[in-house]
């Protein structure tokens, strides 16, 4: 194989289907995947807290797993299915997770919300349980949340997962 | 905060990411999970002319058992190593490891490749495969070496794998160690360790205690020499150039790798088994 032309370039193709609708455009290949949800699509649940990697607050499902869209490239998720907030509720029925949250009082001011419900929707994707409080605790340990006290959302999430086991 | 403008191009397979690294060499900077580049991009702490998207590179994403060593491709994330049958049988250790790693959203991303070209100090899979005494794969279009793992770090960020080679496997040699243990102490929460140590047998390997991961060989000494564990760990320290930060003291890290490497012997001793 031979190179001819001095590979890459500063505008990217960004194919992707977000939250079920398929999307293409171009973008700086700097463009971070957050800035091409909030600032390209105007998907605006998905929350920029820390910008370092380590509130949570940016979280979103690539190919169903939780990533920190602050800290992935919109170019690396081309080709990918991408979920965040907007896209859990089935019209005016919340996703469960959502639903979990509401019950439980697990929210107050909302602003870690929806990275933490998306990396709730993760842990309870790979791992089938039944989960400890411990469990719950170290999967959360990315995402965090300056109101609660994590206690109710602790069990928010307990309660889902003895819901499931319980079948 | 976003990276400078860059370049990007995503490698189809590993062939054309080496060929593309034969020819234009540093001009390129891999980028695989993006877990340590893109923060960096974001400070500016560092500049990229044009980035070389590994991240699609399947057929370097694999756990294989390989008769006398089990074998890891580079772009292998975190998060497989937690879950991999393999793994489990043959270097559970690499798992514990994996999982001290940051978080769940990070070890979605993060890849084994990634976490040796880093070579950061205090890395924490990195610090099991120098224990494990593992071998790095290093590929060029010319072929590929071997370097321990042990000594393909050189220093913070520095590694020997060259401007025209890839990470593309490391080898953990079979069997594994007969007692093993893994130790680390981190501040809560998401902190990386100050201090952490892996034993494997009779090798004993320690991060945070300088610019490399290094064995801690005058630990391995007393233990060859018939030592009991509060002696040899009292050695743990040896030869070490930990750092001075705003995290904890040179001093506060000479003392938890004594205790750490305490804990870790102990926890291999006859009686506990890890
Ligand atoms: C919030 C947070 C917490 C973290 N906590 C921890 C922790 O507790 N313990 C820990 O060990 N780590 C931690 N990390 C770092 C994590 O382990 C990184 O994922 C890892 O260091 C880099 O892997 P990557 O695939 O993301 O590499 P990238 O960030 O994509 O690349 C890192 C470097 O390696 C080079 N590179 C990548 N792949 C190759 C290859 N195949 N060949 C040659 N060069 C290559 C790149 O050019 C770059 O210079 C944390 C990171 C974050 C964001
Ligand atoms: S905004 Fe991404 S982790 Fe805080
Ligand atoms: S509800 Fe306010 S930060 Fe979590």
């Known amino acids: 194989m031979t190179v001819d032309a001095r590979p890459g ?109 998306l990396a709730v929707v993760s842990l309870l994707d ?30 928010a999430v307990l309660a889902l997962d003895a819901a499931r086991q319980a079948g | 905060m976003i990276p400078a403008s860059v370049r990007y191009h995503r490698a189809a397979d590993l062939a054309e990411a080496l060929e593309l690294r034969r020819a234009y060499g540093d001009l390129l900077r891999p980028l695989a999970g993006g877990q340590s580049l893109l923060p960096a991009l974001k400070l500016r702490r560092d500049r990229v002319d044009t980035l070389l998207d590994l991240g699609r590179i399947g057929e370097l994403s694999y756990v294989a058992h390989r008769g006398d060593h089990l074998a890891v491709g580079a772009l292998t994330r ?14 559970p250790m690499l798992a514990t490891a994996a999982a001290a790693v940051g978080d769940p959203q990070v070890r979605h991303a993060g890849t084994v490749g990634g976490a040796l070209a880093q070579a950061d100090p205090a890395a924490d899979l990195p610090l099991a495969l120098v224990a494990l005494d593992a071998v790095v794969v290093l590929a060029s279009t010319a072929g590929t070496r071997e370097v321990p793992a042990a000594e393909l770090a050189v220093g913070p960020g520095a590694t020997l794998c060259r401007p025209d080679e890839l990470v593309t496997e490391v080898r953990v040699p079979l069997p594994g160690p007969a007692r093993w243990s893994y130790r680390t ?25 300088g610019p490399t ?45 004594r205790v750490l490497v305490a804990r870790a012997l102990a926890d291999c001793s006859p009686e506990v088994r890890p």
């Open chain 2, 185 to 209: 102490f981190a501040r809560p929460a998401l902190e990386w360790s100050l201090v952490a140590v892996a034993v494997a047998d009779g090798r004993v390997a320690l991060a945070g205690m």
């Open chain 1, 9 to 117: 370039t500063e505008a990217v193709t960004v194919t992707t289907t977000v939250n079920g609708r398929a999307d293409s455009r171009q973008v700086p290949a700097r463009t971070l995947l957050v800035h091409l949800l909030r600032e390209e699509l105007g998907l605006t649940a998905t929350t920029v807290g820390c910008d370092t990697s380590s509130c949570g607050a940016c979280t979103v499902l690539l190919d169903g797993r939780s990533v920190k869209s602050c800290t992935l490239l919109a170019a690396q998720a081309d080709g990918a299915d991408v979920r965040t907030a907007e896209g859990l509720a089935d019209g005016d029925r919340l996703h469960p997770v959502q639903e979990a949250f509401r019950e439980h009082h697990a929210l107050q001011c909302g602003f870690c919300t929806p990275g933490m419900v």
């Open chain 1, 126 to 155: 790979e791992n089938p349980g039944p989960l400890t409080e411990h469990d719950v605790r170290r999967a959360l340990v990315g995402n965090l949340c300056r109101c609660t006290g994590y206690h109710n959302i602790v069990r």
């Open chain 2, 213 to 257: 991961i290094r064995r801690a060989r005058g630990v391995e000494a007393a233990l060859a020499d018939g030592a009991g564990a509060a002696a040899a760990a009292a050695r743990a320290d040896e030869d070490c150039d930990p750092v001075d930060d705003v995290r904890a003291s040179a001093a506060y890290r000479r003392h938890l790798s």
């Open chain 2, 78 to 91: 975190y998060q497989r190593l937690l879950t991999d049958p393999l793994v489990d049988r043959y270097a």
